[in-house]
Nanobody, 128 residues
C-alpha cells in the first residue's frame, strides 16, 4: 500500500508561481513513478506531468516549459508551476503508480489507470 498527500495550493495572480508538494509513504514509495493530474470545474481530470523512477519527465503540451516535476532525496515529489494562467485553475492531484516503474512511457504515465494511490487534491486558483 502506498499513500500520497498533496499540499501547497492557493490563490495566485496570472503570471505568478506556486509550488505543490506530494509526500509519498508506504511500501516501496520511492520506486513508484509519480504523476500530477488536475481537474477544472466541469471538465475531466487530465494529465499534467509525470516522472519515472529513473528521473525521466513527461509533460502535457499545455504546461510544457512552465511546469517542472521533481523528486528530492527524501522522496517528496514537487510540481513547480511558473507563468500561471487562469486556465491552470483546477484541483491538482498527486498519484503513485501501482507498480514499480524505473522506466515508463508518456502513454503509461498519462493514463490514470496506471495509478493506484491518489491524494485528496489541492486547489489552485489563478486570477486574471
Amino acid at each position: 500500500q502506498v499513500q500520497v498527500a498533496e499540499s501547497g495550493g492557493g490563490l495566485v495572480q496570472a503570471g505568478g508561481s506556486l509550488r505543490l508538494s506530494c509526500v509519498v509513504s508506504g511500501r516501496t514509495p520511492r520506486d513508484r513513478a509519480m504523476g500530477w493530474f488536475r481537474q477544472a470545474p466541469g471538465k475531466e481530470r487530465e494529465f499534467v506531468a509525470g516522472m519515472e523512477r529513473s528521473g525521466g519527465q513527461y509533460y502535457a503540451d499545455s504546461v510544457k516549459g512552465r511546469f517542472t516535476i521533481s523528486r528530492d532525496s527524501a522522496g517528496t515529489v514537487s510540481l513547480q508551476m511558473n507563468s500561471l494562467k487562469p486556465d491552470d485553475t483546477a484541483v491538482y492531484y498527486c498519484a503513485a503508480t501501482h507498480r514499480i516503474a524505473y522506466f515508463a512511457s508518456f502513454d503509461y504515465l498519462a493514463d490514470q489507470k496506471s495509478y493506484s494511490a491518489w491524494g485528496q487534491g489541492t486547489q489552485v486558483t489563478v486570477s486574471s
